[in-house]
């Protein structure tokens, strides 16, 4: 065999020594093959991926990048099918429910990755089509951006506040500067009637006509002159003043609702472009949003983008398919039948370390069963000479407590009786701690009977009892 055959059949994971025949090796040279292929589809997909993402680099930086993704992308797809298909190719179960999940899973790697990657790819497929797109994507966010703004910072409200302020400015400025008709007509009258009188006046002087005559003559048109000049001035302050001050008033509200409006149109034009920058730094042929959108809208870009992925999809599934075709190959059954002898001698072994552990169990077991036997005879055996103390303390209790009836000689020498010739059966089933008590009494009692009779004081009762009880008690 050749090195290329050699190298496909490694690619596999199985390895081929000096006594290993062509027959043996199968198609595992041929999905090695497809192998080798799947992985560069994949390197150069992540290659231009990364070329796209180091945009912002410089152009040697951006090189790196792009061969470091491609490698990337290059050991996932060899890496994942390599270890696959020989697991499969070298199980003794023939692969199982195993070979389906991982079937699912590799489905599920093979087109998230594709999604991801085909983000760099198809734009070199839809150039026209997604450029057009990016266009009309930019003009309709910038639209709904601004409208956004607008709506956020108020604009045209105070727009159109500080608007209707300036019209009420002006129409006051012009009913200030423009008298209304009847107010001219009145100034124009008390004019009129005040040249008419000084024009009489005039006329009516001369040489021999004393002057206070004629202007007593011509008083009460004077009068009437200048009633109408006064009433035209009130009328005309009547008419002035109102509007002056509400054009004061107007205009200091102008002032702030300038500013306000001027605030606002800044404040919407510096998010309206920083947010324009965005879309045009950000927004381009190669953005998610700007493919997902070309999809959704035009049915030749889906079409189009649904076949690349399904001829994607093949191309990468290309190595499992052909394993699924060709079967087990020699090599992988040889190592299945190893790994079946190993594991049926393994568990032969772990089965008869389990029985002697079950032996050994038992055998303790036996052992402590035996040992709670012996315990209990020793503990039956100390109950039994505890019954036969206690039954030695209540005789003796009963023959002390009949001396209260006899006489003191009597009760003395069947005191010195029980006590100096005792039953040796009863003795030997005591322990030595009732032996020293009956010593004890005996002594006590021989002391008694030295003493004179009359030496010898009455018992006192107390709470019911007598003296000879209290000792009795006291001694037991």
Known sequence: MNFFTRAMVGITGHHINGNTEPEDVGGLSKIGLSICFASLLAALQFGIAGWYLGESFGEDTRVVFAATTAVIGLFIVLIIDRNFIYAADTRADAGGLLSYIYLVIRVFLILAISSLSSQFTLPLLLKSELAIHVQDLKDERYDTAKNRYTN????????????SINTQMAKLKAELANLPQPLVKQKLGAEQCMREYKKKMRASIGPDIDENEVADLYAGEKADCERQAVAYKVAYQDYLNPRKVQLAEAESTYAKAHEDATQAQTLMKTDLSRTDQNNQQFLNIASADVLWSLIQTNPGARMKYVMITLVQLVLELMPLLLKTLMGRSPLGIRVAMRVSHMQESY???????????FERLDAATKAKNEQAKHDLADQIAIQEMKNQLMGLKVNTRNKFFDFRAQPQAQYQNHWQTSFTQPNPSAFNASSNKSSNQEMAIQEAIKADAAKPETAKPQPKENNGKSFLDQRFYAMS
Do not use: T, W
């Open 347 to 357: 568990n032969n072994a772990e089965h008869g370390y389990e029985l002697s552990a």
């Open 152 to 163: 956020k910072y108020e604009v045209k409200e105070k727009i159109d506040s500080e608007q």
